[in-house]
């Protein structure tokens, strides 16, 4: 497979005062941006909105800090999680479901869906304390913390090992887990009969591999030469050896990616170049503007997100 080695810069620094005028910006720009985007159709919009309310509540309440309740209320998602939210949201909403695990997701996703299923308990499984414990602490806020359940490791370590979930996310995650076809096979393991298992990952028409400078979440070792292992990229192949050949095919499947080669990546560099500098409230207009769905990954003429949704048999 073809690796590709990223160099993380240091981020710009960027002082209180400065901190605070952004935030006044993105507040003015971010519902001009998201009008615009909503015109040139792009999906996500309406989870967007749901994130707004979210954040208002945060700010109603005193239940978060102030760059908490600005960033739920201007700008809760960025790049493709425009696409991933809207569709993960879109499929989950038709399955009646009450026992629900997710792996290692973005919170506002599986804690939206908590929150829009009064009956259901979900388990929360994350190997990074630090994101865990802000995970926590927005569930408190959300006055959901009572029906969550939250496990601060690794798949593997989760003890129960009968099917016993009716629903299970995981976004956006298994591309980084070297051992991505073990951990679908527990996934599936833990999926009871008629149950769905949801995921996304980013695809390419060739596969690729990342590995990175900076060791973010310090899950995995880094190698002799100072890099991590960072993620990969799925085309076909890899999605039959990895995934289909434990679940079979998917019952339903969307991709969506960039139209020319190399504006994710310059994306990708941009933040972490910038760090709090990056315009994040232009993000929905831009992925409508440079992004698009397309049938299958060998369409892809870069990078891209696919969604895939599983049912498995009784």
């Not at 102030?66 to 569709?87: A, C, I, K, Q």
């Not at 887990?177 to 599936?188: F, H, T, V």
């Not at 060791?215 to 890899?238: C, H, K, P």
Request: proline fraction near 6%.
């Amino acid at each position: 497979m073809r690796k590709q080695y990223i160099e993380v810069p240091l981020p710009m620094p960027c002082g209180r005062l400065r901190k605070y005028m952004l935030r006044v910006v993105g507040g003015l720009m971010s519902p001009i941006y998201l009008a615009l985007a909503s015109i040139l159709g792009v999906p996500g919009v309406k989870f967007h909105l749901r994130c707004v309310a979210i954040g208002a509540r945060l700010l109603l309440t005193g239940r978060a800090s102030m760059g908490s309740w600005t960033r739920y209320l201007f700008f809760p998602m960025d790049s493709t999680r425009y696409f991933e939210f809207d569709e993960v949201w879109n499929r989950v909403k038709k399955i009646p479901f009450t026992s629900y695990l997710d792996v290692s997701s973005p919170r506002l996703l599986p804690l939206l869906v908590m929150r829009s299923k009064p009956k259901a308990t979900v388990m929360l499984v994350n190997p990074d304390v630090a994101d865990l414990k802000e995970t926590m602490s927005l569930a408190r806020a959300l006055d959901l913390e009572s029906r969550c359940t939250f496990f601060n490791g690794v798949l593997d370590a989760v003890e129960d090992t009968t099917p016993s979930f009716d629903l299970i996310t995981c976004i956006s995650v298994l591309e980084h887990i070297p051992e991505d076809k073990a951990a679908i096979e527990r996934m599936w393991s833990l999926l009871r009969p008629g149950g769905k298992l949801i995921l996304t990952l980013p695809c390419m028409s060739h596969p690729l591999e990342q590995r990175i400078s900076h060791n973010q979440y310090g899950v995995l070792a880094s190698g002799d030469d100072g890099y991590t292992f960072w993620q990969r990229y799925y085309d076909q192949v890899r999605l039959q050896t990895s995934i289909y050949s434990v679940t079979g095919v998917p019952c339903y499947a969307a991709v969506y990616g960039e139209k020319v080669n190399g504006l994710f990546f310059r994306n990708t560099s941009m933040k972490r170049l910038l760090g709090f500098l990056y315009p994040f409230w232009r993000e929905p207009y831009m992925m409508a503007t440079e992004y698009q769905y397309y049938s299958n990954t060998d369409e892809l003429p870069g990078e891209g997100v696919i969604m895939l949704e599983f049912l498995k048999g009784q």
